[in-house]
Structures are given as structure tokens and as C-alpha cells.
């Protein structure tokens, strides 16, 4: 569980091999090398090196940075941590680990205080349930939403159902993915198949595999297309509900 306190003013230095102070006494900068770690309340900073920017509450760490929060851990070449807005920016890529969960992407912004990281560039990120690419990404971990957008694809860790959307919008807590612009939904159970295209399409697995789809909405599986502004369908009684000028073809027959 997280530490509800969260950081506390100032940043504190615990270790260092070795300290170089310089600067005036308004701008007094402290540099430190050799197996540097700082605290600020329950978020631990480490490097193999650092510039601890007094008058402006900020540590620039660099070489195998590692920022630790509960149970996050961001790993990067370089990170500045602001201790005044208590957020940890790393711009020249990052992997971020928090329980399970992996992500990797080009800059990476977590905020100490509210629990989100913002990721950005080539955004990968792994479960022990799903995979995501997009190019950008916001994980709130304190209610596991994932919102991401540009170019978003997620699939299931056996690759038989994969989502795609403009946006896509991932809340584990209600079991609901929601992709909106240009969103697809391919699902393959052995000889059995569906494709789903639509404006915009709501999944949830609360019980069973059921989803909403609205707006130019097509379906394929098997032998059975549809077409409609709307259509909801329940995987637990089978049945495909078609809402507003449905079409619907079986075996190239309308």
C-alpha cells in the first residue's frame, strides 16, 4: 500500500561518496558523486551522481537514476526532481515498474503528490493481463485508469483480442475499456471470430464479454455481418442487439 503522508519538505541528503559545494550562499549548488541518495517523506531519489540545487528545492540526478515511491519505481539515465511541486521528470527515456506493471517510453512525469505518471514517445507498457502501445499515455495509480492516445493499440497477453482507437481509456477497477475515433475490436476463439469498427465502442468484463459500440458501427463474425448506429452485445446470452437503420447479412443474403 502507498504511504498516504506523502513527501515532505526539504529534499535530504543520505548518502554520497564524495561532496563539491559552489555558488553564492542565494544559489548555492552542491555537487555529488558516487552512490548519491536523497529522500524527501516516502520518495527515495539514487544516482551515481547529482547537482542539489538548494535555493530552488531541485536535485539533477544522473546515472542510474532510480526514484522510489510504495511500490513505483521509475529507472532512467537523468531525472530533476523538484522538491517544491515534489515531481520527478526523466527526459531522455524511462521505465517505470509499479507491482506488475511495467512501461517504457521516451520522457516520463510522475507526480509525487497525486500518484500519476505521464509518459510520452514510443509508450509500451505490460501487464500480467494486457499490452498497450500509444503514443501517449496517463496511468493514475491510485485508481488504475490508464487513459492513452495517438496511435493506441492493447491486446490481451495471448493475443486473441486486440482494441484499437484513437483514444483509449482503460479503467481496471470497473472493467471497462472505452476507444474512441476510428476504434476496432478483433476477437479470435478458435474457428470462431469478430470484428467490430465503430466510433466509438465500450467493453466491459464484469460478466462476460460484453460491449456497446455507437456510430457507423460494423460487426463481422463468422458468416453474420451487421451494420447500425448502434449495437450492444452481451457474450453471455449470445445475442447482438441492433439499435437505429440495421442491416444485417447471414451467408451473403440480407
Do not use: C
Amino acid at each position: 500500500a502507498q504511504d498516504e503522508t506523502g513527501p515532505q519538505l526539504p529534499i535530504v541528503l543520505e548518502f554520497a561518496d564524495s561532496l563539491v559545494g559552489r555558488g553564492t550562499t542565494e544559489t548555492e549548488e552542491r555537487a555529488f558523486l558516487g552512490n548519491v541518495r536523497f529522500r524527501q517523506g516516502n520518495v527515495t531519489v539514487r544516482a551515481d551522481r547529482a547537482v542539489q540545487h538548494i535555493a530552488a528545492n531541485r536535485v539533477d540526478l544522473i546515472g542510474r537514476v532510480r526514484v522510489t515511491q510504495g511500490s513505483l519505481v521509475i529507472e532512467a539515465p537523468s531525472v530533476t526532481y523538484d522538491g517544491t511541486t515534489n515531481i520527478a521528470v526523466a527526459r531522455n527515456g524511462a521505465t517505470v515498474r509499479d507491482g506488475a506493471r511495467t512501461v517504457r517510453s521516451k520522457t516520463a512525469r510522475y507526480s509525487a503528490t497525486t500518484h500519476i505518471v505521464r509518459f510520452a514517445g514510443e509508450v509500451n507498457m505490460q501487464d500480467d493481463s494486457l499490452r498497450m502501445v500509444a503514443d501517449s499515455l496517463d496511468y493514475e495509480r491510485d485508481t488504475d485508469r490508464r487513459l492513452a492516445w495517438g496511435n493506441v493499440a492493447m491486446a490481451d497477453r495471448d493475443g486473441a483480442s486486440w482494441l484499437q482507437g484513437d483514444s483509449v481509456l482503460h479503467d481496471a477497477g470497473r472493467r471497462t475499456t472505452t476507444s474512441a475515433g476510428n476504434a476496432r475490436i478483433w476477437q479470435h476463439d478458435g474457428a470462431d471470430s469478430l470484428f467490430v469498427q465503430a466510433n466509438r465502442v465500450v467493453t466491459e468484463r464484469s460478466a462476460g464479454d460484453a460491449f456497446v459500440a455507437v456510430g457507423n458501427v460494423s460487426v463481422v463474425r463468422s458468416t453474420l455481418s451487421a451494420r447500425a448506429d448502434s449495437i450492444h452485445y452481451d457474450d453471455v446470452s449470445g445475442q447482438m442487439y441492433l439499435h437505429w437503420n440495421p442491416v444485417v447479412w447471414s451467408d451473403s443474403k440480407m
